[in-house]
């Protein structure tokens, strides 16, 4: 969920560095349709039954789903924002390749965000996670909206999405052919 707080914030830089909201049309992100499906697998299988559906594959399908994701971004480099997107991905991936397919959340701050860790969700409280640095160790606290754990490499992506809005926004309008 952090990254809804990076779509609000590009939007503002974007206009107060002088872009247009309009000139967001102009933007084109390739293999789009990549990006939307793993983002779809993913609140399917942590929100809905599909995950019960998968059992023991759950880890899996969310591993192909962040690679997927990652591929779209890679797709993209050329924009703007989109290389800080990648790391982060890249970041959140090694994380949770490293964890058998799931996002180790320190406890504080789960506690903090109010989380709750007994339905569905990608994220797990463990000893001693691998990667420790790069798991769920920070947390938007339960009284902001949707407050939740987040990463290192979220906030990597929140701030790559953020430049891809702004910059996105102050891109010159291409002109009509003819």
Do not use: K
Request: proline letters at 6%.
């Amino acid at each position: 969920m952090f990254i809804v707080y990076a779509v609000p914030v590009g939007l503002l830089v974007g206009l107060l560095l002088g872009g247009r909201v309009g000139a967001l049309a102009q933007l084109r992100i390739r293999w789009a349709w990549i990006a939307v499906a793993g983002f779809v697998v993913q609140l399917a299988i942590y929100s809905m039954q599909i995950g019960d559906l998968l059992g023991d594959a759950v880890p899996v399908v969310y591993v192909l789903s962040n690679i997927a994701v990652l591929a779209a971004v890679l797709r993209n480099l050329a924009l703007p924002g989109m290389a800080v997107i990648a790391i982060g991905a890249a970041c959140n991936l090694a994380a949770l390749v490293a964890n058998g397919g799931y996002m180790p959340a320190d406890p504080g701050a789960l506690a903090t965000a109010g989380v709750d860790t007994s339905g569905p969700t990608n994220s797990i409280v463990v000893a001693d996670p691998a990667l420790g640095f790069l798991t769920d160790i920070f947390a938007i606290p339960a009284a902001v909206p949707l407050a939740n754990v987040f990463s290192v490499g979220d906030v990597l992506i929140g701030i790559g999405v953020a430049t891809v809005i702004a910059m996105a926004m102050r891109a010159d309008p291409q002109p009509a052919v003819a």
